[in-house]
């Protein structure tokens, strides 16, 4: 409804400010601007009324009131507005993002949270403020849900951002050489939009938690520097992709893992493999955690003790001498800490850089110059902190410097190959044993080595769940399903069908499974011939790469029945690939492209802009690592 001069009290140019102001008003605001009139117009100017007033308004009262009646009464402060966007692959983004978005609601803010897939661009000016949250994944790349702003923002079509402020948290691995590139790309390229950084943009590593929090601190304190504060109820977009939240929160967290214990390890592989590909079923029991399919289990290992003595008798060290203390005073001894504290097999940047100063072998320093890149990546690469100690002494280092340079030990994820509805307190994960020579010394992953040679049932790991917003069944269970995993990728379709089968769905399932051999190294084969049976999975493709003189991956299987997956997908099939994404992904990305095209007679660049909506509408799913 609009003012008009006819049938107001007002003249032409109050009208027209009225007109204004009046449609972007809450209900709460104009509650508040009639007791403000009201205010005002009886003069009760008293500070005391001015507290009065402010302490029942949710918008503050200017402290300067009018000392005569002429005085113009200053404009109630509109609510101020935040937008939080989110690129996140395994959903610590996401986390870090609806922290912030809490943070900034309790300071009167109105926000808007979304994944960067699901934010309309047109929006992009229409928040003073704008906070990015960007994980990097694999060589420097916008995880999947990032890719369409990431490129639309370094487009020609990106907007000027004049008058906006804005912060980047980015997340990475500094085992990486591009680390952290996505966050720092969209840093960078909002300044160069006209965008005000009103915060610094912090750089995490895999321990995140506190640079998280002191960029979250950072922001918060900057927004509520500036000026125009309102209190104005906030209100929050869900974080699309979101999946439900959990009937009871639990205690135990990445922060505080719990201790769970070992039901059952078996290896999956038959005799003569070889490969070791353990699955375990780990209690959960009084733990209150819970999980949907698509969840990943965080576990943080052990080092391999035979590394650490080494390492300990490589420095004349004590392994028995205090040099930090654990949480609770634990690992407070060297041993204790390099066990189960500190990463001991990957050489970093950073790492190399502050070893540097108590090294006294000056090719240590040469080797980090800015200009030798190529020379630190063939040198790290394979090599761990024993290689480190004994190829640049000798060192002027003591066990508590060396421990104040070292990052902390990240968790390993392995995506849950269980259904919390199938399997209440329990969950089940894949773990292919990693192991390898390299300079001439036998290596192995971290955990897939302790899982596979120090743990046996009975034996606590502690562990947490990490939510994976990015990959979640449809919510439809009539909706069809493609599932690609081959090796231990195929670990969530597993979690997939039984969970499917626990609801009754009757929606299509295919799966695309694919390993070295078919006698030896057929995972979850049983349980993939019951599913078929009993009707769970529709269709079931294979492909043993080492059973044939030519090799056939499950790519090749893709496009062996190119026109039936087409069909699937014009029926609003869902597809998702979990796996190795060197390799793996990247070739079946192109088959499914390669698919697209042909059976829908499309051109190469009509096919790309097919599975790139694909993707933004979430009917395209991966968990890659």
Not at 23 to 40: A, E, K, M, R
Not at 73 to 81: D, G, I, S, Y
Not at 396 to 419: E, H, N, Q
Request: charged share 25%; net charge negative; hydrophobic share 40%.
């Amino acid at each position: 409804m609009q003012l008009k001069v006819t049938n107001s009290p007002f003249n032409e140019t109050q009208v027209e400010l009225l007109n204004k102001l009046l449609p972007t008003l809450t209900d709460t605001q104009i509650q508040w601007l009639n007791g403000y009139t009201t205010f005002y117009r009886t003069g009760a100017a008293s500070a005391e009324s001015a507290v009065a007033l402010q302490e029942q308004s949710p918008v503050a009262v200017a402290t300067a009131l009018p000392d005569e009646a002429t005085a113009e009464p200053a404009a109630p402060a509109l609510p101020r507005e935040a937008t939080i966007l989110f690129g996140s692959q395994t959903g610590n983004s996401q986390r870090l993002a609806g922290k912030l978005a809490a943070q900034l609601k309790e300071k009167g803010f109105e926000v808007t949270l979304s994944a960067m897939n699901a934010f309309k661009t047109n929006g992009l000016k229409k928040s003073p403020y704008l906070f990015i949250v960007a994980s990097t994944h694999g060589e420097g790349d916008p995880p999947d849900n990032a890719l369409t702003f990431h490129e639309f923002l370094h487009g020609k079509r990106a907007p000027k951002l004049d008058g906006i402020k804005f912060s980047v948290l980015a997340l990475g691995d500094t085992s990486y050489e591009f680390f952290c590139k996505t966050g720092q790309d969209f840093d960078n390229r909002l300044a160069e939009l006209g965008a005000e950084r009103i915060a610094p943009r912090v750089d995490c590593d895999v321990d995140f938690d506190g640079p998280a929090t002191q960029w979250l601190a950072s922001v918060v304190g900057a927004v509520s520097e500036a000026p125009a504060a309102t209190a104005a109820a906030a209100a929050s977009t869900a974080p699309a992709g979101a999946s439900a939240a959990s009937a009871a929160e639990s205690e135990y967290s990445r922060s505080n893992p719990f201790k769970a214990e070992v039901l059952t390890t078996i290896n999956l592989n038959g005799r003569g493999s070889d490969r070791e590909t353990r699955h375990l079923e780990i209690s959960l029991e009084g733990s209150g955690l819970t999980y949907d399919p698509g969840d990943c289990v965080g576990i943080y290992p052990e080092n391999d003790p035979a590394l650490v003595d080494a390492i300990i008798a490589e420095m004349k060290w004590n392994g028995s001498e205090n040099v930090v203390a654990g949480k609770d005073g634990e690992d407070g001894q060297l041993r204790g800490a390099l066990l189960r504290q500190f990463e001991i097999t990957v050489l970093t940047r950073p790492l190399l850089e502050k070893a540097a100063a108590f090294s006294e072998n000056g090719k240590l320093a040469e080797l980090v110059l800015p200009d030798n890149k190529e020379a630190f990546k063939a040198y790290a690469n394979g090599r761990d902190l024993l290689d480190l100690l004994q190829d640049f002494g000798p060192w002027k280092l003591t066990a508590a410097d060396l421990v104040s340079i070292l990052r902390k030990l990240p968790p390993r994820l392995y995506s849950i190959a269980s259904s919390n509805k199938a399997n209440p307190d329990e969950v089940h994960v894949t773990i292919r044993k990693v192991e390898y020579e390299a300079h001439g010394r036998q290596r192995g992953g971290v955990c897939s080595v302790q899982v596979s040679e120090r743990l046996e049932a009975g034996d606590t790991l502690p562990i947490f769940i990490q939510n994976n917003p990015n990959f979640k069944l449809p919510a439809n269970p009539e909706t069809p399903v493609i599932m690609i995993g081959p090796g231990t990728g195929v670990a969530p379709f597993r979690a997939f069908l039984e969970e499917r089968e626990e609801l009754g769905s009757e929606g299509k399932t295919w799966l695309f499974y694919g390993d070295r051999h078919f006698v030896t190294d057929f995972l979850y084969q049983t349980d993939w011939q019951r599913m078929l049976k009993d009707g769970v999975l529709t269709k079931l493709d294979v492909a043993f790469s080492r059973d044939s003189e030519e090799k056939v991956y499950v790519q090749h299987r893709m496009l062996e029945q190119g026109a039936e997956l087409y069909a699937w997908l014009q029926e609003g099939a869902h597809v998702y690939v979990c796996g190795d994404e060197k390799h793996m992904a990247h070739d079946v990305h192109a088959a499914l492209l390669s698919i697209v095209e042909k059976q829908g007679g499309l051109s190469g660049e009509a096919a790309a802009a097919y599975v790139a909506d694909l993707q933004a509408n979430g009917r395209y799913q991966r968990d890659v690592y």
